[in-house]
């Protein structure tokens, strides 16, 4: 069972933390997407509590968490610091990072700054930002998925968002991506509650507007950004890469180079499976990730 609690952090946001297993267990920090909030886990929590210490933070803009105003809040390097905060507050020197879209792109970007406290990364559904970089401009389809980056950084996007009302949001955001009728009635709910928060929605597409991901238009010539060229430093710990291959946003091509970046690499392809991997399939990506855990012990 998760339990929840609300975590003042010395970054000057409070965060509402679901936290599952023995105290004295290794201890695992997992981080959310959009547009969802530590519910994410909600069937791997069974699965991995037993064994496990899980620490599931809403991230800052998003269901029970504070929401900042101003896409300026939403920088990558306050979500980091949010990250080790968070650890030092819940009394975690070092740990597993685990991230699924949104809170796949911070784990990468705390892992890629090298500090030592996270020992492992897991990452399910969420580019290695250099390859998403590159692939958004230089592949077809991929800048073709990604093109809903740049609606949801539009001005009023939240406002539009708000029109068109929450079941019909509820549906763009997954119908594409799952079978909506394996979605239970109380699982909408939770959603739309966590959505319809004053200023939840425009907190939750901040994070969209804050980052440096460069989403050209599709008739739109771009130069490879600086960073790009210049690369990022190779990744030293161990890496375990779970992928629901029928993922309609991030295509299969964010798995190619990612052996070039990574000193220790695991990769398990989930056939059948879409983005919302965590829920969607539960035993399928607990299995692969318990085995790579239990090999560090």
């Known amino acids: 069972m998760m339990q929840q609690r609300r975590v003042a952090l010395s970054t000057g946001v ?3 933390v679901a936290t599952a297993g023995p105290e004295d267990a290794p201890p ?9 909030s530590h519910r994410t886990w909600r069937g791997l929590v069974p699965l991995l509590a037993n064994d496990y210490r899980l620490v599931m933070p809403d991230q800052r803009g998003f269901a029970g968490s504070d929401r900042p105003h101003g896409a300026d809040a939403y920088h ?10 968070l650890a030092d507050a819940m009394d975690i020197e070092t740990f597993t990072l685990i991230g699924h879209d949104w809170g ?3 784990a990468w970007a705390a892992t890629l700054r090298g500090g030592p406290r996270i020992q492992r990364l897991a990452i399910i559904n969420s580019p290695h930002p250099l390859i998403f970089q590159k692939t958004i401009i230089e592949d077809e389809a991929q800048r ?3 093109q809903y980056m740049r609606r949801f950084r539009e001005p009023g996007m939240a ?11 509820f549906t763009k955001s997954f119908s594409p991506h799952i079978d909506l009728t394996t979605i239970s009635d109380a699982e909408r709910a939770a959603y739309i509650a966590e959505w319809s928060q004053d200023g939840a929605i425009e907190a939750m597409l901040a994070w969209y507007v804050a980052s440096p991901i460069i989403v050209p238009a599709m008739d739109e010539t771009v130069a490879l950004p600086d960073w790009v060229l210049k690369g990022v430093p190779d ?3 161990p890496v375990k890469i779970i992928w629901g291959m029928e993922d309609k946003a991030l295509l299969p091509c964010q798995l190619e180079g990612l052996d070039a970046l990574i000193d220790d690499l695991s990769v398990t392809r ?5 983005h919302f991997a965590p829920w969607q399939a539960p035993e399928q990506v607990a299995a692969p990730l318990r085995d790579w855990l239990s090999s560090a012990a």
């Open 159 to 169: 406002e539009a968002i708000q029109a068109m009302g929450w079941e019909t949001f």
């Open 270 to 274: 989930l056939d059948g499976v879409g």
């Open 144 to 146: 073709a998925a990604s």
């Open 104 to 106: 796949g792109a911070v």
């Open 28 to 36: 695992l920090i997992l981080l959310h997407g959009f547009p969802e």
């Open 76 to 85: 990558t390097d306050h979500l980091i610091a949010d990250l080790l905060a």
């Open 14 to 16: 409070t965060l509402n």
């Open 235 to 237: 990744i030293h710990v």
